[in-house]
């Protein structure tokens, strides 16, 4: 329930809700300070970088006409400070620091230096302008929008020039990159793969239907599309047309608790969901997690206290017959496919390979 701001009124420390008051619903450009702005990553305009906020400071003032107060934020902790005041303990924990002759201050931004990047409704707030976040590391960029949504995605990469963007865009998820190709029109697919590394445009290519990738590659100069078409011809293998995209990827850090609102989120349309792939930052294939084991974990629990690191996996020059082996002798209801670099590109499904099972009980 949200209360007009009229019908609170303080006294000293005491604060008072009046007996009659009429409900508020949140506006486009507010946001909950609990939910969306404490404890969340934020990008510090001012020093190109993203840090999370600890604790947020209301200053209040009395509104001389109406005598009531008001608040507004006029900044976040980033500091060690900031979160022992939260926890309570910050005059106990600056005495015993100060007892070794060790000072601690604040670590303080200013509102007007930041901008919430996620707020409730979705809408991304940075400045147009500032042409700071261009000196950002595209990758830490992309390892942030991968944890809001495809939505986010899109307004954000508007805000940067065309050559950040295509840096930030070649070091998404393969999931991202997949959804966010299949919603753009060839024109501007074509533009954004034409400035991107061959292996990565590859990569995104082969996760679009056939005809997607011809419109995209008409558009892409003789010199680029030649090299693309090259290694596109050395994944005409036999187990390329088995291979799924309806997969999963989680980073170590995860909790069953996001995953969990991520398969909500991102899985509601798979025909089928087994494991759970665990990758790092350089989106390695380093571990795997079952359906099963998730659940029986606490909801707080790292993934990668738990996740399987003795995984069967195959590339994409695996002839068919070993996929086939692999899956049945070690029971596997999918086997994950691998590049050079040992990025996930895809899964290969049990139902995939069924029908060659099946051919081969019949004879």
Known sequence: TIINADAIHKFNTVVRIAKFYTQAELAENELYVKRNLLDKQVIDISGNKIVRAN????????????????????????????????LHIEN?????????GVNMVSNFLSWADIQPLDLVRGSIRIKKEDSKLQN?????????????????????LKLLDKDFATE???????NYQRDLFRTWKAEKAA????????????????????????EILMGVNEKK???????LSLTRTPISKRISSEFLVADPSQTPRDIFQKIRKS???????????????KKQLIGACNLHELLMQQEDTPIYKFMSQNLIEAHLKTPLEMVVY??????????????????????IPFDNISDIIEAKFSQ
Not at 142 to 156: G, P, R, S
Not at 326 to 347: C, F, M, Q, T
């Open 55 to 86: 604790d947020v400071i209301i200053h209040e003032q009395v509104n001389l006409s109406s005598h009531n107060y008001e608040c507004y934020i006029s900044g976040v902790d980033i500091g060690l400070i900031g979160l022992l005041r939260r």
């Open 92 to 100: 106990a924990m600056t005495r015993i620091i100060h007892f070794f």
């Open 136 to 156: 950002m590391r595209p990758e830490d960029l992309a390892d942030h929008l991968e944890k809001t949504n495809e939505l986010n995605i899109k307004k954000f």
């Open 168 to 174: 930030v865009i070649s070091n998404l998820n393969i």
């Open 191 to 214: 533009s954004i793969i034409g400035k991107m590394d061959t292996d990565i445009a590859t990569d995104i290519l082969l996760t679009l239907s056939r005809k997607k990738r011809e």
């Open 225 to 231: 599309k030649s090299a693309i078409q090259a290694l």
């Open 267 to 281: 899985a509601s349309d798979f025909s089928s969901l087994d494991y759970i792939y665990i990758v790092n930052q």
């Open 326 to 347: 692999k899956i049945v002798k070690y029971r596997l209801h999918a086997l994950p496919i691998v590049d050079s670099n040992r990025e996930l590109i895809g899964i």
